[in-house]
């Protein structure tokens, strides 16, 4: 039987306070180039803008459960996801896709209270962290843009089970334009309340392409093996703080929600354009 050969040392990240973004101007390529696995920015959001989002979220009734069913893995989100759930194995149907996308300005504005500003304020750091490179959502078609972001609720008990975000194969990308990269996929969430305990990010040395990573019989990631055998950054993140990361290649988890309240974020991927002018992100 082959087994992978673990990598030696733990991915690589990045891991600096929001006031010294202007020394990182090459990170998100950094990422993208596999120079780096990721980047944590440190009270990347202001705090009133954190709190009042996190407020509205608590309050909310426009969450939904794609995953439910799942046990132990089950996530709220407001804002359709273009990944894989539960409930569409294949990523959201199109139409649906494209109804959350025409929702979402209004869906920010419930949350931050103010869409426009809360869009520049992500499009401003994410193309700071660019290189100054022009950073927007891309056009889904001739009327809507993709939306920039979901919100997502991890309750107390669940988890996010290990995996690897190769999601360019869904059906809903084919409304991707035609000139971005779709060779690496980099993750992207701003954290609006930390749980009280776990709900840490791990990121294993370990690719979700290589064969040999250890599977179960169902064929989905044999987390306790890869556990014991591929070292991992652990990475916990407070209310406000930014995480980018290369979740295209890297196997990765949340780890179960402790404490009496949810994990609340918000975010999504980022690509760069085949000629790497700008960066395109989406929830």
């Known amino acids: 039987m082959t087994t992978a050969t673990p990598a030696r040392e733990a991915p690589r990240f990045l891991d600096f306070d929001v006031d010294a973004t202007g020394d990182h101007g090459d990170a998100i390529e950094a990422a993208y180039d596999g120079r780096l696995v990721g980047l944590v920015v440190r009270r990347a959001l202001p705090g009133e803008l954190v709190a009042h989002a996190a407020a509205a979220l608590t309050g909310s009734n426009a969450w939904t459960s794609p995953n439910r069913g799942m046990r132990g893995g089950e996530i709220r989100t407001i804002g359709d996801a273009a990944t894989p759930t539960f409930t569409h194995l ?20 419930a949350v931050f209270g103010d869409a426009a500003t809360a869009l520049e304020t992500v499009r401003r750091l994410l193309s700071a962290l660019a290189g100054g490179r022009p950073a927007a959502p891309p056009a889904f078609d001739d009327q809507l843009s993709w939306p920039a972001f979901n919100f997502r609720a991890l309750d107390p008990g669940e988890q996010i089970f290990a995996h690897h975000d190769n999601h360019f194969g869904l059906g809903v990308y084919r409304h991707l334009p035609g000139d971005l ?103």
């Open 90 to 109: 294949r990523g959201p149907p199109d139409d649906l896709y494209a109804e959350s996308a025409a929702a979402h300005s209004d869906r920010t504005a």
């Open 181 to 283: 990269e779709r060779s690496t996929l980099l993750s992207f969430f701003f954290t609006l309340r930390a749980p009280e305990a776990g709900g840490e990010l791990i990121v294993y040395a370990a690719r979700g392409d290589d064969p040999a990573v250890p599977r179960l019989p169902s064929r989905f990631l044999d987390t306790a093996t890869i556990e014991a055998r591929y070292p991992a950054a652990r990475l916990t993140l407070g209310a406000g703080d930014l995480l980018i990361f290369d979740a295209g290649r890297m196997v990765h988890r949340v780890a179960p929600v402790g404490g009496a309240h949810p994990r609340l974020t918000f975010g999504g991927f980022m690509t760069l354009s085949t000629d790497r002018s700008r960066l395109a992100f989406w929830g």
